[in-house]
């Protein structure tokens, strides 16, 4: 496949990104490749014919390589994890930027870059390893890098938003989400790109512009080119507070849905921590939260399950669905996510469970878990980060790549 990239005003340009062969031109052009040789298993969405394309018989854009370009980093020392920026390098037929990125002795980060940067365009892409922090760490010392050296933007391309779980405050805690979105716009980012935010509101953390892409696409996809009878499924949300995902999948595949009531609450309480302290006059409170049993809403019985979430982490909420799915009636269990983090023993509990497979994107290295376990597998999303970091280059816009995607995406 080869989609060629150009500035905007000197080749017409479409909305639409398919796949074809290597095509040889008379100027020097950037063009990517859908073939991708050399990089571990993952499934990769089949080509489908352009609407726009073929009603307007025009060429794909194109951009010409010129010296003051583009140019990709993958800030990640660990080799499993820069698969994601290889893929994104070899669809845009773009070399990687060379920079050395390693611990030093005493767990200090070192990032040398090892070329000039000076005027140009820098996409920086980082995945998010086991070590989440020195990960943030290999981030903001390489955006602060290119801006003391002069590149001219820092568009950071973080597939996974680590610490978006701690986008609301409890207790004594703190917004952890908000202080990372602060760090990085503080060294020097001007642009990010990344995929499902755990919470939609944390693009408001940042002051400098957020494009939060979709996977679902890539997903529903999936669902229907690898599940025969899909037809036969219903989605299925584990708890109350995911069936807005649910249904948005629900309605797109003609589906059912059902909905898993009953699961345990965390509720914050005030007596282990020293502030139960009685006020002098009376004060309405709130009746304490009982644990209802489990039930299931919607009808399972004799169909595929397919369970729906933004992050597969702790996995023993997905397993205690699983089991009750089976005993309501389900043949099969399937569970989805964009973000597979996998951590702790999750791939012994997913392969002694009732799931019969874990499909998740591979925003998340997660090589060493598919060793563990069979039943996970992996949909590449290489291709819409690449096609956004053509779009952000060109100047071209990105509504493409939200259309139909609704405030419960």
């Not at 820069?82 to 990687?96: A, C, H, P, T």
């Not at 291709?383 to 970091?389: G, H, Q, T």
Request: charged fraction near 25%; aromatic fraction near 6%; hydrophobic fraction near 40%.
């Amino acid at each position: 496949m080869s989609i060629i990239l150009s500035r905007p005003g000197l080749e017409e340009q479409v909305e639409t990104f398919t796949n074809c062969e290597i095509i040889q031109h008379h100027t020097t052009r950037l063009h990517y490749k859908h073939k991708l040789e050399g990089l571990s298993a993952a499934w990769v969405p089949r080509d489908r014919p352009s609407e726009a394309g073929e009603q307007s018989g025009r060429s794909p854009p194109v951009m010409n390589h010129t010296e003051g370009g583009l140019v990709i980093f993958s800030a990640n020392s660990h080799p499993s994890s820069r698969e994601i920026s290889k893929r994104i390098g070899e669809r845009l037929g773009v070399e990687l930027g060379k920079v050395q990125v390693y611990q030093e002795d005493n767990r200090e980060t070192r990032v040398q870059i090892q070329e000039s940067v000076r005027g140009k365009d820098v996409f920086i892409i980082q995945t998010v390893s086991k070590d989440v922090n020195t990960t943030i760490m290999e981030l903001l010392i390489m955006v602060y890098a290119c801006r003391t050296s002069c590149a001219r933007s820092i568009t950071g391309v973080v597939p996974y938003f680590p610490y978006s779980k701690q986008c609301k405050m409890r207790k004594r805690g703190s917004i952890v989400s908000k202080l990372l979105a602060s760090m990085m716009c503080k060294a020097g980012l001007t642009h990010l790109i990344t995929m499902d935010l755990h919470q939609k509101e944390i693009q408001g953390f940042f002051n400098i512009p957020v494009d939060n892409l979709r996977a679902s696409p890539f997903l529903l996809q999936y669902i229907q080119e690898e599940i025969p009878d899909y037809r036969n499924a219903v989605i299925v949300a584990k708890s109350p507070a995911s069936a807005r995902r649910a249904q948005s999948f629900a309605e797109r595949l003609r589906l059912g849905i059902a909905v898993i009531h009953g699961e345990a609450q965390d509720a914050e309480s005030d007596l282990v921590d020293g502030r139960h302290s009685p006020p002098t006059v009376k004060i309405p409170l709130l009746i304490p939260k009982e644990k209802p049993p489990i039930t299931v809403v919607g009808d399972v019985g004799g169909r595929i399950a397919i369970i729906v979430d933004d992050i597969i982490d702790d996995v023993d909420s997905f397993v205690a669905a699983a089991q009750t799915l089976k005993k309501h009636g389900a043949y099969k269990i399937f569970v989805m996510a964009t973000h597979g983090i996998l951590s702790s023993d999750a791939p012994k509990l997913i392969e002694e469970s009732a799931i019969d497979k874990v499909v998740v994107t591979n925003t998340i290295p997660h090589e060493h878990q598919k060793l563990q376990c069979v039943k996970i597998q992996t949909v590449d999303i290489s291709l819409i980060l690449s096609e956004a970091i053509r779009r952000i280059y060109n100047g071209e816009s990105m509504s493409y790549l939200f259309r139909h995607i609704g405030l419960e995406d």
